[in-house]
């Protein structure tokens, strides 16, 4: 079966960081685009970064400069650095792994929580 498990939310003061990992298992994810979602309380899930098979990368404009999602295909892993946090990052992070031709499975979420 498909798994991904997220780790490394938690609780860090703004301008801090943080660093998030979502391993894959029962899948060969190195061949599969793969992402970072959130959702804030109130508000839509909202698509944070995504990195291609080959390792091209995409962020929405509120994370770039900050945020950088890399991938290592020899453990099956994606990450994502966070830094200079702001309250507005606070949200449930999800990852992300795409099948083609449009079927996504889905990680359980981690909270990060950014305070002043």
């Known amino acids: 079966q498909v798994r991904l498990v997220e780790s490394g939310g938690g609780l860090v003061q703004a301008g801090g960081s943080l660093r998030l990992s979502c391993a894959a298992s029962g899948i060969f994810a190195s061949t599969s685009a793969m992402g970072w979602y959130r959702q804030a309380p109130g508000k839509q899930r909202e698509r944070v970064a995504t990195?291609?098979?080959?390792?091209?990368?995409n962020y929405t404009d509120s994370v770039k400069g900050r945020f950088t999602i890399s991938r290592d295909n020899a453990k099956n892993t994606v990450f994502l650095q966070m830094s200079s946090l702001k309250l507005e990052d606070t949200a449930v992070y999800y990852c992300n792994l795409r099948l083609t031709p449009s079927y996504d499975y889905w990680g359980q979420g981690t909270q990060v929580t950014v305070s002043s």
């Open positions: 990195i291609t098979s080959a390792g091209s990368t």
